[in-house]
């Protein structure tokens, strides 16, 4: 049996998964940060990640509607106003199609999540079902990647408004935005489960729960790349760059 | 078949719903205002109803979390702001709580709703369920009942404060602070069904999620007024008032 971590030992641990293992070390990243993406790849990806994007706040109602916790409903509450905006005022679902008007992709196409890679449609959709099914601890703690994306956004920023020409301050404002509140998101939720987590059993669900969180961002990237870098494989009725943008 | 009902027929239909079936007119509510309720009575009638404020904001995250339309979030994200709170400010829940403590309940003996009954418990469940599971306009048209509250609560606190001296204004808060959030969900929500009703079904739908949500509360009286009023059998494990307030 697995023995009681400190609380430190458990952030510890967590803290090196996603030092090996988050999506910012996938050759898709590095190629999109590093200026190597054709504008058609930089767009698959925009599309293909604007479903988890539009999908986040039906993840985090789904946790607040199965979370008898009050503080905790209110303090995810946030997350809600964050992605979805206020009325008269834009989200990050909106900032993010901004990205996608920026990359010339249309705002319906996008939308409607028509294009869509079946991968990342059922990569996103684990994740929801992960945050409906598992326990209340698991569907926090899947959260826990935040901890390691103030760091990939500040580079993602950095290198694409250096590496590709068509990408502006403008339509990269949901980077801009979004690490202050991943960052305060990342350190309620490391708090949570340092606190909440208190039997080996608890911590090994925790470190489950960011494993599978990891393997969810990771394969969104890998469905990406098989389609739209190597070998190239895009799947039938699924986004097709236009010839000039291969 | 059902014809089609103008959008102002449609809405004359449930208001005439509400006039002859809405929880105002059931028996127990008549006593309660009219002042011929003990203080058990009272009592229990404020610790059942607690489990309904409390599952409010888990129905309304049940509906957020089955909405894909951003604007419809939006707007009803308000009310689990309502209910839960803010950050260092008051809810609807809080302020229940501040009833039934004004009222001599135990506080948690309120929360942990060991004394709930079974009725209230499942009928509650219910209204959960049925906003979980049925179709979308379904799930909102089931919050229709706040047409007819703003009335039902100026009649409760009139009543209360006039007949019963162990309530107070400080311990009715939750009744000054609600009708306006009721009334800017009641016009949101009709416009939202005269406007998403567009075929007979969905107008029949409309109308059945009401006469839904108005037997959830009528029920919750039943059950308060069996185990409470007449037979007064209370179940096994239900609340029991003490004997001086019987």
Redesign the interface.
């Known amino acids: 049996m697995t023995r009681l971590l400190t609380p430190d030992e458990l952030e510890a641990h967590l803290r090196e998964m996603g030092a090996t293992r988050y999506h910012r070390l996938h050759p898709f990243h590095r190629m999109l940060h590093g200026g190597t993406c054709s504008k058609g790849q930089v767009q698959a990806w925009a599309l293909n990640r604007y479903y988890y994007q539009a999908m986040i706040?039906?993840k985090d109602?789904?946790l607040?509607?199965?979370?008898?916790d009050?503080e905790l409903?209110?303090?995810w509450?946030q997350r809600?106003?964050d992605h979805?905006?206020?009325?008269g005022g834009e989200?990050g679902?909106e900032r993010w199609l901004r990205l996608t008007e920026g990359l010339g992709l249309d705002r319906e196409d996008v939308v409607s999540t028509r294009l869509l890679l079946p991968g990342t449609r059922y990569a996103v959709e684990a994740y929801v079902h992960f945050v409906r099914d598992r326990s209340l601890l698991e569907a926090v703690a899947s959260a826990l990647t935040e901890l390691f994306s103030p760091q990939i956004i500040s580079e993602r920023l950095a290198g694409m408004l250096a590496n590709y020409d068509y990408v502006t301050p403008e339509t990269m404002a949901y980077f801009q935005k979004r690490p202050p509140q991943a960052q305060r998101d990342a350190d309620f939720v490391l708090d949570y489960v340092k606190t909440h987590a208190r039997t080996p059993e608890q911590q090994q669900a925790v470190i489950g729960a960011l494993s599978f969180k990891l393997d969810v961002l990771w394969s969104m990237l890998d469905a990406l790349h098989h389609a739209y870098v190597s070998p190239g494989l895009i799947p039938p009725g699924a986004f097709v760059p236009a010839p000039g943008d291969g």
């Not at 607040?64 to 008898?68: M, V």
């Not at 979805?84 to 009325?87: A, Q, T, V």
């Open positions: 706040p039906i109602a789904t607040i509607a199965r979370c008898p009050r409903r209110r303090a509450r809600l106003e979805d905006g206020s009325p989200g679902i």
